[in-house]
Nanobody
Framework: QVQLVESGGGSVQAGGSLRLSCATS????????VGWIRQAPGKEREGVAT????????FYAASVKGRFTITQDSAKNLVYLQMNSLKSEDTAMYFC??????????????????????WGQGTQVTVSS
């Protein structure tokens, strides 16, 4: 049974840092992608960062580039999202999700927010200004 479990969310002041973790039990990471997606109340879902688990290529939304870093520990089946210089607009529920990089011969854009097979339950990040 595949499970994705996020942890590490919380409340922090603007300018602070948090590290989110995604434990991907029961899922073969290689050859797929794991992404962090966030959703704030009243806003559209946003793909924040994605890592290709086979080659470890990373992709970031423009809103977080230079502040967030996605990494993986393949031996432990963990994917991390290090978030630095947090802003109030980073406040959202953060989900990790896992899925393929290709579906039926079609390449899936790295920051796509829909085409994932598995989702975690989410972890709340609140940044106060």
């Amino acid at each position: 049974q595949v499970q994705l479990v996020e942890s590490g969310g919380g409340s922090v002041q603007a300018g602070g840092s948090l590290r989110l973790s995604c434990a991907t039990s029961g899922y073969t990471n290689s050859g797929n992608r794991v992404g962090w997606i966030r959703q704030a109340p009243g806003k559209e879902r946003e793909g924040v960062a994605t890592i290709w688990t086979g080659g470890a290529s990373t992709f970031y939304a423009a809103s977080v580039k230079g502040r967030f870093t996605i990494t993986q520990d393949s031996a432990k089946n963990l994917v991390y999202l290090q978030m630095n210089s947090l802003k109030s607009e980073d406040t959202a529920m953060y989900f990790c999700a896992a899925g393929p990089t290709w579906i039926g011969g079609t390449w899936i854009p790295p920051l796509d927010t829909e085409k994932y097979n598995y989702w975690g339950q989410g972890t709340q990040v609140t940044v106060s200004s």
